[in-house]
């Protein structure tokens, strides 16, 4: 199972990254996100609160690079059951494409991805939202 969401915003990938990686500031920008745990850094542990899900996700921040790409990762041990999370900025000239792509594998998948709610509104509200941010004066 796999949500994605893609969106051009009129700003360079530093601006872009920067309100990505500061997680203390989610809350201020992100509908869905009530607070997250932790910094974001490579290798860095952080628990992502939602008001999707009335639990907390904890998750690796298992890539960042370069302004580029981020990956989070979360799930069961073993591969029973793992999501990763990757925002992709891309830059185009003037503009940035910024994209978020969200996997689920592992052989419990097919069990828990009955229980995720749909994402899809969430991710384009997020991808809005963070083109609002990163557009912001």
Same mark, same amino acid.
Request: glycine residues 6%; proline residues 7%; aromatic residues 10%.
């Given at each position: 199972?796999?949500?994605?969401?893609?969106?051009?915003?009129?700003?360079? @990938?530093?601006?872009?990254?920067k309100?990505l990686t500061?997680?203390?500031?989610?809350?201020?920008?992100? &509908?869905?996100?009530?607070?997250?745990?932790?910094?974001?850094a490579? #290798?860095?542990?952080?628990?992502?609160?939602?008001? +999707?899900?009335?639990? @907390?996700f &904890?998750?690796?921040v298992?890539?960042?690079?370069d302004?580029?790409?981020m990956v989070?990762?979360g799930?069961? &041990?073993?591969?029973?059951?793992?999501?990763?999370r990757?925002?992709?900025?891309?830059?185009? #000239?003037?503009?940035t494409?910024?994209?978020?792509i969200e996997?689920?594998?592992? +052989? +419990?998948?097919?069990?828990?991805?009955?229980?995720i @709610?749909?994402l899809?509104e969430?991710?384009?509200?997020?991808?809005?939202?963070?083109k609002?941010?990163?557009e912001?004066p």
């Open positions: 199972m796999q949500y994605k969401t893609a969106i051009t915003i009129n700003a360079a @990938p530093s601006a872009i990254w309100v500061k997680s203390e500031a989610y809350p201020d920008w992100e &509908p869905n996100t009530t607070k997250i745990d932790g910094r974001i490579e #290798g860095a542990k952080i628990t992502l609160h939602t008001k +999707l899900s009335s639990r @907390p &904890p998750l690796k298992t890539k960042l690079k302004e580029r790409c989070w990762t799930g069961m &041990p073993l591969g029973l059951f793992k999501g990763e990757t925002f992709s900025l891309t830059p185009n #000239g003037e503009t494409e910024f994209s978020m996997e689920f594998s592992g +052989l +419990l998948s097919f069990l828990i991805t009955k229980t @709610p749909d899809t969430s991710f384009k509200q997020f991808a809005e939202a963070l609002k941010q990163a912001a």
